[in-house]
């Protein structure tokens, strides 16, 4: 039985290489990509780029379920769409080929010679070959601003070498635009933002099309994290939308008067949230109506200085910082170019260099802003906003146990890193060279083991900024080609586009297609512990996301219950009476007399299980007090206290505990005022 078994396996098989070689004679036959290579195309246009990857991508998740891969947690894939659209030259895709979409702005030829924006933000004279595809002998490169480095195929390298989360940040500057020489459309932000979001769409379709319809292409634009997870497992680029402005919803401010008003802002993020961005800035580069920034340095600080200057009418301003935490040192280079738009008389102010904290921080309406991306369960991006902005974010995130918050790209004080881990939020560093990525990752690598989490990078490709230098053919430790990739399921060889190879060692982060080469100089610079933990970042990011979105808002016991005082303040014109801190309005308050020794107490009505108290301190605020609680208004324990109170929004949390009478016991004020509060908020957990 055995052998007529074989047989007919023998026979089967004679009868199908001859109908394989019919077939042959008679038609071309299916690729391999129509069988088990899914991961190529069956239709790549012709010529186009080299991906320089072979072996099939990793599925799946690890034994614990989680998913693996890095994220890059900050990329502008159409911000050559962004700033008048003749900022950024070249395009991440061309329905008509990459000669098309790989060609340099008009007024760069023959020379280069009217790339002002590349003098104005780098230095130089901007001259270059302005000739991209086939030979690309100047761009993309790792110094310049001003050119494509997000082509489509160069982010399907990454993706083959192991990226599995990818956030694309819609990006704009409408002054940018306004005062550049060059552009061929509208500078309204919210404009440009909606054309980037389609162009994502557009870029899905287009991936799609090569794999042979909708939804069989790599590149999937996802809304929410089980979404992301479902397309990592399948091996695939999970793309998150988000977006990084400077007046977002028209939210600009003009010697300190807001341009929008809170209809703006919930009509604003309504719109984004129906794109499907998940995550925002608050503001970015200019101080506007909802927060202030973190400085920008150097000449390009400067320069962006001069932007606030001309689209506000105020310059940057600074005081002394009340903490540990610093805002960037604003740039004192000279930005000829840039100053030369200032008028007649007026010139970019002398800074102390002791006083390193922007003035401006969270306004009233950024904290509505804010407040209305956590009812959208969306993620805020603390990079760019100022210390006393972030500080602010962080305690209002903080007291309602909120996780949605991320650093993608070291703009971020180091010195809130716990805090944000603590929350549960994400953090990733900016793309720098393989030994200072080491280091910094170095500096927070004990808090990633102490809250098990990974790592993340934000390339920032195509936002103005220089990306990883080469260490040079003659370093003692170079990226050897071909190499593994970090799961060991690929082999990585350097990328070709057109007649352009280029190999790390000599020509560094030329554009996003370089992850891979970036990521095994690190492996051999900063050690195999760094990254492991970016190889983990995939899951922290969802995890955030994840957390976010299972969020629910915590019942404010204490909200319209009776409220009593040891004393209230009398004023003629107005009450500050004890239920102002518990009626739910930001705008009223309690405040007590001038004196220490004071307590505001609230009955909730019914004892409950208490484990938080918020408390939105005024001006005038608790340097030492406690927290009290009690079942029957007489026997008081105290459940939480501190003497170094310093205002704003303070979370107490302490382990359960029944209580019916909540009370702020104040032993020592922050002011010769007395003590006075917006709100009170007591939760259960």
Known sequence: MTRRRYRRRRDVTVVSLLLLVLAMALG???SSAAGTDWWVPTARPAPDSQINVTGEPFTGTDAQGEVRGFVDAHNHLMSNEAFGGRLICGRTFSAAGIADALKDCPEHYPDGTLAIFDYITHGGDGRHDPVGWPTFKDWPAYDSMTHQANYYAWIER??????????????????????????????????????????????????????????????????????????????KLAVVLGVETSEPFGCKQILDIPQCGKEDIDKGLDELYALGVRSMFLCHKFDNALCGVRFDSHGLGTAVNVGQFLSTGTFWRTEKCTGPQKDNPIGGAAAPEAEADLPAGVEVPAYDENARCNVRGLTDLGEYALRGMMKRKMMVEIDHMSVKATGRVLDILEAGS?????????????????????????VAQYMHGSEEFGAEAKRTDA?????????????DFNGVGDHPAPRGADTPNPVTYPFRSVD??????????????????????????????????????????????LFRGAESYLDTWGGTERHQAGVDLARGATATAASTEYNPFTSYAPGRAVDGD???????????????????????????????????????????????????????????????????????????????????????WGYSLYEVGVHSG
């Open 28 to 30: 071309p036959t299916p």
């Open 158 to 235: 990454a993706w083959r070498g192991g990226q599995r989360v990818l956030v694309n940040d819609l990006v704009t500057n409408g002054v940018i635009c306004s005062v550049y020489f060059f552009k061929d459309r509208s500078c309204d932000e919210m404009t440009s933002i909606r054309l980037q979001a389609k162009l994502t769409y557009d870029l899905q379709a287009h991936i799609d099309t090569m794999y042979g319809g909708t939804g069989k292409g790599w590149f999937r634009i996802v809304t929410d994290s089980a979404q992301a997870r479902e397309v990592i497992r399948q091996g």
């Open 402 to 426: 909120y996780p949605g918050v991320l650093s993608s790209h070291s703009w971020m004080d180091l010195d809130w890193t716990e805090r944000v881990y603590s929350l549960g939020g994400f």
């Open 447 to 459: 808090l990633r083991e102490k809250y098990g989490v990974g790592y993340g990078y934000g390339t």
């Open 488 to 533: 060991g399921g690929s082999v990585i060889d350097r990328q070709t586009t057109g007649a352009r190879t280029w190999d790390y060692n000599t020509d560094g982060a030329a554009h996003v297609g370089m992850i891979p080469d970036w990521i095994e100089d690190i492996r051999l610079v900063g050690g195999q512990g760094v990254v492991d933990d």
């Open 586 to 672: 930001g705008d009223t308050r309690w405040a007590s007399d001038w004196s220490d020794d004071q307590w505001w107490q609230v009955d909730l009505g019914a004892t409950s299980l208490v484990s938080r108290v918020t408390l939105d301190w005024e001006r005038a605020y608790g340097k030492s007090y406690r927290i009290e609680l009690s079942t029957d208004g007489r026997n008081w324990r105290t459940a939480w206290s501190t003497t170094s109170g310093d205002g704003g929004l303070d979370t107490a949390r302490f382990t359960g505990t029944p209580a019916r009478y909540v009370r702020v016991h104040g032993l020592d004020r922050g002011t010769d």
